[in-house]
């Protein structure tokens, strides 16, 4: 299983981004899929979640109307539109791959991506 998350950079305060994850290796759309981040120093924490149906949508409390979960089952894809960036987005963001019903612990999931650094300049 392969899990390659692009999109990452350096971007302004108050700025966008979009990063793309691109599945391989596993059956996509049995899969609910997130996004984690990282920052130095800290554990890694929940960002957004999204069911295999694409129905159901998750957040972190802190990031909702920011951040957008999107997917793609035909493509394999899932994205995280990231709008209004503050310096504390940065970090480096991962995506996962969860086949249980729970999808908020880093515990949930079994795949994991490599990451991609986001870094937000105040």
């Known amino acids: 299983v392969q899990l390659q998350a692009s999109g990452g950079g350096l971007v302004q305060a108050g700025g966008s981004l979009r990063l793309s994850c691109a599945a391989s290796?596993?059956?996509?759309?049995?899969?609910?899929m997130g996004w984690f981040r990282q920052a130095p120093g800290k554990e890694r924490e929940f960002v957004a979640a999204?069911?295999?149906?694409?129905?159901?949508?998750y957040y972190a409390d802190s990031l909702k109307g920011r951040f957008t979960i999107s997917r793609d089952n035909a493509k394999n894809t899932v994205d995280l539109q990231m709008s209004s960036l503050k310096p504390d987005d940065t970090g480096v963001y991962y995506c996962a791959a969860a086949s249980a019903w729970m999808i908020r612990r880093v515990e949930d999931y079994d795949y994991w991506g490599q990451g991609t650094q986001v870094t937000v300049s105040s």
């Open positions: 290796g596993l059956t996509f759309s049995s899969y609910a």
């Open positions: 999204i069911r295999w149906s694409g129905g159901s949508t």
